[in-house]
């Protein structure tokens, strides 16, 4: 759907690369939902038939904002758990928490990668 | 390597999280990052305006996994992009559908329901792709 010369540009949560097959799993684990590994975006993004204009490692950031979410959930905890349920509330609390885990356990990282179709 | 397991169950999970009544959690935004973005992830307003930055500065953009429209209302809003934010989940398309609306790029910024394994536009639709935490 991307035009000849056009633009691939995101955030992409990844694992670093030379995991073992225990810590790719634990990643996968502690991620978001929908994260899986993938070490090198750059280098999948070339397989994939694109050339890199911008990778930059924003892992330090992602940890800021994962540590704010926490501690804006702990804040807000009693009004949080009124509305969205107790339930909820413990499922966001425990997945930021599973990020932040695999952030500073070396599992986790996050780029940004700007690409472009050949 | 990329696992995606328990699909349906993963979508039924989003779509909870899309359904939920926001505004404690809006005001978590407001407080944690000065702004109430939207969003239930890790994309912040200057990252946002990095991706921005990073596309073209005119054209169309398809916006993956838009959810609540964040940062797609973003590019849509401050570069002029004509927008397509695509999800899964109906109800995250609504509450980007109901975003674009208040931030005053309904004109140009739509929504559809799709999966980035099957999209449903012509090759050389878009001049940009953008997506946060969505191809992982």
Redo the contacts between chains.
């Keep these: ?4 010369g ?9 694992t670093p690369s030379g995991l073992s097959e225990a810590d ?1 799993e634990s990643a ?1 684990d502690l ?8 070490d090198d975006p750059a280098a999948s993004a070339a397989l994939s038939g694109f050339d890199v ?2 990778v930059q490692d ?1 892992t330090a ?2 940890r800021e ?2 540590l ?2 926490v ?3 702990g ?2 905890e009693a ?2 758990r ?4 107790d339930a ?1 509330y413990e499922y ?1 609390l425990h997945r930021k928490g599973c990020i932040i885990e695999g952030i500073e356990s070396g599992l986790l990282r ?1 780029s ?1 990668c ?1 690409f472009r179709g050949r | ?4 397991e328990h699909h349906k169950e ?1 979508i039924d ?2 779509t ?1 999280k899309y359904e ?6 809006t ?3 407001e ?3 000065g702004a109430a973005m939207g969003s ?5 307003q200057e ?1 946002a305006e ?2 921005l930055a ?3 500065a005119s054209g169309r953009v ?1 916006d ?1 996994g838009t959810g609540r429209g964040w940062p797609g209302k973003l590019i849509a809003r401050d570069g002029g992009h004509r927008l397509v934010g695509l999800d899964m989940p109906v109800e995250a398309l609504r509450l980007a559908r109901s975003a674009f609306e208040a931030a005053g790029v309904a004109d140009r910024a739509f929504v559809c329901a799709g999966e980035g394994s099957a ?1 449903p ?16």
């Design positions: 759907m991307l035009r000849q056009g633009v691939l540009a995101g955030y992409v949560i990844h790719l996968g991620g978001p939902s929908f994260v899986a590994g993938m204009l911008h924003v950031r992602f904002t994962g704010a979410w501690e804006g959930l804040e807000r009004l949080l009124a509305e969205l349920g909820e966001e996050r940004f700007v | 390597m990329v696992r995606i993963l999970r989003q909870v939920r009544p926001i505004s404690a959690w005001a978590l935004e407080a944690a990052f239930n992830g890790f994309t912040i990252e990095a991706l990073a596309v073209p398809l993956l999209l536009f012509a090759s050389g639709s878009f001049d940009a792709v953008t997506h946060a935490d969505v191809l992982c």
